[in-house]
């Protein structure tokens, strides 16, 4: 009797014990497929890291300070993102026309010779060039993202020269958007914007666009080179010399997306 029951208690109890290692092992199995997940869902997400790159310990050198946002390259988006802020930066500091530039480090090593070789030309006494580029997000959603970039290069003369590009992206698309795209009709908001600047600049309406002291070509208003996306608004920006005097500095205006949503393309709007 007693071994009768031992024997059935011993068979239970393998049944138990198999029971509970298969219950375990679906759960692992599980909880790592869940974690898989979860990791391609993170890496799926734009994500990114600071870059900062400077050149400040060498008394014979420029003074080179970047700092911008490097972006997860394993998406579409990423990989346009970085490679958009590299040729801009690149452009920048590139003095030399008859070799290729292809990375940020060869524009450094450009700059660096540019200021050699002017400095060896002269007395020796150039004073020391500057060059600060900094980008930051300034606004992002769904489908879209703008990065601000500001730069300030001092190469000689008087004052050196800063200016300030927005770059906008399409998310859903991994690819810079144009200015053209920005918009279903470019001429109705160009009618749209020159209103609400001449209210911003106190330039009546039917007096010539010029008739305050700015300076825009031929008389005619016109879109800036940059337009970006901030969280208050669409910002408009010129920059220095591009409607009005260095001492002017650049011309900006914010407007409201309430009074721009329907000038909008569609793959634009949230």
Known sequence: MYRYLLENTMQAFEVY???????????????????LLIGCKQSDKLTFEALNLSQNNCD?????????????????????????????????????????????????????????????????????WEARIDAAITYEDPRMITIKMESYLFTGGAHGYGTSRFLNFNKQ???????????????????FAEHRFREQENIPEGEPINSTGYMFERGAFYLPENIGFTEKGIKLLYNEYEVASYADGPIEMTLPY????????????S
């Open 258 to 269: 309430k009074e721009v949503e329907k000038y909008l393309s569609g793959e634009i709007k």
């Open 60 to 128: 014979q050198c420029p003074k080179i300070t970047i700092n911008l946002p490097k972006a997860n390259k394993n998406l579409k988006i990423g990989e346009a993102i970085n490679t958009a802020l590299k040729e801009e930066i690149i452009a920048q500091l590139t003095f030399e026309e008859e070799n290729e530039i292809l990375e940020i480090q060869d524009a450094i090593r450009s700059f660096n010779s540019a200021y050699k070789n002017v400095n060896e030309m002269g007395d020796g006494e150039l004073a020391a």
């Open 17 to 35: 014990t198999q029971i509970c290692y298969s219950i375990m092992r679906l759960f692992f199995t599980n909880l790592i497929l869940l974690l």
């Open 173 to 191: 698309k991994g690819s810079e958007i144009e200015d053209w795209e920005l918009f279903n009709d470019r001429n109705d908001f160009l009618r």
